[in-house]
């Protein structure tokens, strides 16, 4: 499936829609949650729906926002041969009422700041970024298909560098990559900071990218505690391929009353 086309279609109609409005704002969420089955060899079935809400400045201007990202994702997965069906929100209420929602698992992106241990650049705010992967869904899928009533959230948001944000990777990337190649040290010589060099690749790609397609996300997963334990690992271990590279991604737990907002 084309999903980098999608993607670009969706933040393409984004930028439209902030033409009109600059505080509106657009989210699409892939939802995915499985029912039990009879009589196969797995436990449960995978629903996949996709969900988008939008901000606006009046109900017509909203409507008009829904009816635009529906038609692209509709588009695209026709395009790639997928039945596409619109339902009421009450089915997907009443299914969701099933997942047990006492305990939620967020996984999210590590952030942490680097001591550089130079006057130039004492400390750093540091990521890891997204590595391109040609590996399938398919240890996700699996695990989902033992687990019923379960629900898996993917939600992406369009957004954008303001000029502040734009001017600080420029020049954090410059300062990088001087750091990298290295500096004049008195009585030492060129000396080159190595964890400048990781680091800089990671600004310069946010550099490269600033005026491309940008997107926050959130991942959630719900269910009972066994559930979410295996389903969560599975996608850590998706969006964690590499083993020779830091973990990006971090998973959390939370235990608390809640309600699915749709």
Known sequence: MSFGNLLSEIYQSYRTIVAYNNSAEISIESLWVTEPVENQPYKAK???????????????????????????CEAN????????????????????????????SSIVKD????????QMLPACYSINKFEAA????????NSLIDHPYTAVSFQITPTRFSAEENGAISQMAQILDTLSKGVMTQGVGNMSITAAESLASV?????????????????LVFG??????????KIYGHLTFDS????????????????LLL
């Open 134 to 141: 040609a590996h399938d869904l398919s240890a996700i899928v």
């Open 224 to 233: 009972d505690n066994r559930s979410i334990e295996d389903v969560a690992s």
């Open 46 to 72: 995978i629903r996949l729906f996709v969900v988008s809400r939008t901000i606006d400045i009046s109900e017509e201007r909203v409507y008009e926002n829904l009816d635009r990202m529906f038609s692209a």
């Open 203 to 219: 600004y310069r790609y946010y550099q490269a990218n600033k005026n491309n397609a940008l997107f926050s996300y959130g991942i």
């Open 111 to 118: 952030e942490r700041i680097e001591v550089m241990q130079n």
């Open 244 to 259: 020779t590279k830091d973990p990006c991604f971090r998973s959390f737990f939370f235990i608390f009353p809640c309600m």
């Open 77 to 104: 997965l026709k395009l790639n041969k997928y039945g596409v069906a619109e339902i009421v929100i009450s089915e997907l209420e009443s299914l969701l009422q099933k997942v047990p929602s006492q305990t939620i």
